[in-house]
């Protein structure tokens, strides 16, 4: 069984080794899984992006920018392999109070019903796949994950700067 307890939402940034890295091609099957496709170059750098995050030990696995599993690993204020490192972590049940939800995956498929029930009540829910005998954690609603993204640029550049950056990131979504 997933346990919530062992997720976090993380800030990551880039470094200038990031963009000259050839191994930052970020795409499988035609989908970018480049963490800062959506903001500029000096935004990746200066402030950096949220994502999902399962803790194994003393690493943290990114689960939403990851081409499969396991294959981004971070440490808290390190630079890894490819240039991105893990800026701060918040726990991911501070962000999202709602008690876990289970679905099935096979059910949830091609019921578009029940998916819009889910989509209107649900901020995340888990997501059991009787066929590969696994639970991926589903995130709905990404506004609570801005929560740690601005306790992160409070923390490092400010209230007052802070609320401009992250008024903005709001506008683009």
């Not at 943290?60 to 920018?65: A, P």
């Not at 240039?83 to 726990?91: A, D, H, Q």
Request: proline content about 3%; glycine content about 2%.
């Amino acid at each position: 069984m997933l346990n919530i307890n062992n997720y976090y939402i993380g800030v990551i940034r880039a470094s200038f080794d990031y963009y000259k890295n050839p191994k930052n091609i970020r795409m499988l099957q035609g989908i970018s899984y480049d963490p800062f496709k959506d903001i500029s170059m000096l935004e990746a750098f200066a402030f950096g992006v949220t994502t999902l995050l399962k803790k194994v030990d003393k690493f943290y696995y990114d689960e939403h920018y990851s081409r499969w599993k396991n294959e981004l690993r971070y440490e808290l204020h390190q630079t890894n392999h490819l240039g991105i490192s893990l800026e701060y972590i918040k726990p991911f049940s501070e962000c999202y109070s709602e008690n876990p939800t289970i679905y099935i995956q096979e059910e949830l498929d091609n019921n578009q019903e029940l998916m819009k029930y889910i989509c209107q009540h649900h901020s995340y829910i888990i997501s059991h796949s009787r066929l590969y005998k696994n639970e991926v954690l589903m995130i709905l609603q990404e506004y609570p994950m801005l929560s740690a993204f601005y306790e992160y640029l409070q923390n490092s550049i400010g209230e007052e700067k802070a609320e401009k950056i992250y008024t903005k990131r709001l506008e683009t979504f």
